[in-house]
T-cell receptor, first 112, second 114 residues
Framework: TQLLEQSPQFLSIQEGENLTVYCNSSSVFSSLQWYRQEPGEGPVLLVTVVTGGEVKKLKRLTFQFGDARKDSSLHITAAQPGDTGLYLC????????????FGQGTILTVHP | GAGVSQSPSNKVTEKGKDVELRCDPISGHTALYWYRQSLGQGLEFLIYFQGNSAPDKSGLPSDRFSAERTGGSVSTLTIQRTQQEDSAVYLCASNRQGNTGELFFGEGSRLTVL
């Protein structure tokens, strides 16, 4: 059972376009994390959102946590080739820090 | 180095053989995790060590999988009688107890079972 549904699985866009990745669940999470992974490397944390309705910005990336803490989104403005990679959302249930439930991931390719 | 170190980076083995994967966490990190990443899948939790507490083994897929952590530092994940479906990247991560939950991942060990 996939507790976190991430969409789309693949995204291929041109430089300068905007995009949104979604992460949805029927379960409530105490916090939700977004990671970025490049080939041959481990995932690297981008952000953690904790409060329902929270919005965090990291340069051209905007992360939102749903009011009910069941879903999240990642929006990238004016995508650049350097944004290419695998984006993963991961939910924390209760205080089980580190025992994360991951989505399937979104492979983003930004063409120059 | 300052990061999580895993070895080997690549391992090819024959079906039925045993394999051992090693993880050296970041110094001072008391918590250590093993995850598995299969093609087309997200990361799947396997096992979690926190200090001297009994490990959380709830993610291990079968009794062929086991892990130990000696001296609160280095961990070894052992897979006995490997099967083709065990082929995946095995990622180790560590963090400090009680932090916000950020995991620091190693580069992974890619296991291929022929």
């Amino acid at each position: 059972t996939q507790l976190l549904e991430q969409s789309p699985q693949f995204l291929s866009i041109q430089e300068g376009e905007n995009l949104t990745v979604y992460c949805n669940s029927s379960s409530v999470f105490s916090s939700l994390q977004w990671y970025r992974q490049e080939p041959g490397e481990g995932p690297v944390l981008l952000v953690t959102v904790v409060t329902g309705g929270e919005v965090k910005k990291l340069k051209r990336l905007t992360f939102q946590f749903g009011d009910a803490r069941k879903d999240s989104s990642l929006h990238i403005t004016a995508a650049q080739p350097g944004d290419t990679g695998l984006y993963l959302c991961a939910g924390v249930r209760g205080t089980s820090y580190g025992k994360l439930t991951f989505g399937q991931g979104t492979i983003l390719t930004v063409h120059p | 180095g300052a990061g999580v170190s895993q070895s080997p980076s690549n391992k090819v083995t024959e079906k039925g053989k045993d394999v051992e994967l090693r993880c050296d966490p970041i110094s001072g990190h008391t918590a250590l995790y093993w995850y598995r990443q299969s093609l087309g899948q997200g990361l799947e939790f396997l096992i979690y060590f926190q200090g001297n507490s009994a490990p959380d083994k709830s993610g291990l897929p079968s009794d062929r999988f086991s892990a130990e952590r000696t001296g609160g530092s280095v961990s070894t994940l052992t897979i006995q009688r490997t099967q083709q479906e065990d082929s995946a990247v095995y990622l180790c991560a560590s963090n400090r107890q009680g932090n916000t939950g950020e995991l620091f991942f190693g580069e992974g060990s890619r296991l291929t079972v022929l």
